[in-house]
T-cell receptor
């Protein structure tokens, strides 16, 4: 079983819809949680960075972390065609010598159609 | 502020050859991490360097190696290339603290024929 599970989709929604992306994890040592967006032939772009349980909002994006359930989510409001990309959740074990090592989900392919 | 720069963007090599990839981090960042991305395995951590020292290493064979220079630029080398090494190689830079934000470059697409 993978440490981080993410539904690969694909997910197709109409423009303006609310999108919900989710990841579950099994390692309780994960303390920092990130969401990246990756366009085709590009590197991942950091969207959201959270540490504590709860919600964090940035524009149309809301990241939610529930450490007790080992579950994180990313919500995209008023989705746009330009949001079409692969969304990757990533987690960081901040203990020991885990420098630079993020554990990623498989990524969810999202398409927002006009 | 310039982002993370990786060169070259594309590489085509044949089995048995070796390859060197380059990464220039964001100005002021002293940590560089390397990742391999494939459709089947996703993003996997290779290693991390900080102030010219390797602090962390993933589960890859010794054919994969790296180094970091005094200006924080980093290179990654793969020797005796195999078909399975075909992947997008990404580097990420950060300030270097545990749990810090990682910023990725656009990657080097390596094809091994």
């Amino acid at each position: 079983q993978k440490e981080v599970e993410q539904d690969p989709g694909p997910l197709s929604v109409p423009e303006g819809a609310i999108v919900s992306l989710n990841c579950t994890y099994s390692n309780s040592a994960f303390q920092y949680f990130m969401w990246y967006r990756q366009y085709s032939r590009k590197g991942p772009e950091l969207l959201m960075y959270t540490y504590s349980s709860g919600n964090k909002e940035d524009g149309r994006f809301t990241a939610q972390v529930d450490k007790s359930s080992k579950y994180i989510s990313l919500f995209i409001r008023d989705s746009q065609p330009s949001d079409s990309a692969t969304y990757l959740c990533a987690m960081y074990n901040a203990g020991g010598t885990s420098y630079g090592k993020l554990t990623f989900g498989q990524g969810t392919i999202l398409t927002v159609h006009p | 502020k310039a982002g993370v720069t990786q060169t070259p963007r594309y590489l085509i090599k044949t089995r048995g050859q070796q390859v060197t990839l380059s990464c220039s981090p964001i100005s002021g960042h002293r940590s560089v991490s390397w990742y391999q991305q494939t459709p089947g395995q996703g993003l996997q951590f290779l290693f991390e360097y900080f102030s010219e020292t390797q602090r962390n290493k993933g589960n890859f064979p010794g054919r994969f190696s790296g180094r970091q220079f005094s200006n924080s630029r980093s290179e990654m080398n793969v020797s005796t290339l195999e078909l399975g090494d075909s992947a997008l190689y990404l580097c990420a830079s950060s300030l270097g603290q545990l749990g810090g934000k990682l910023f990725f470059g656009s990657g080097t697409q390596l094809s091994v024929l």
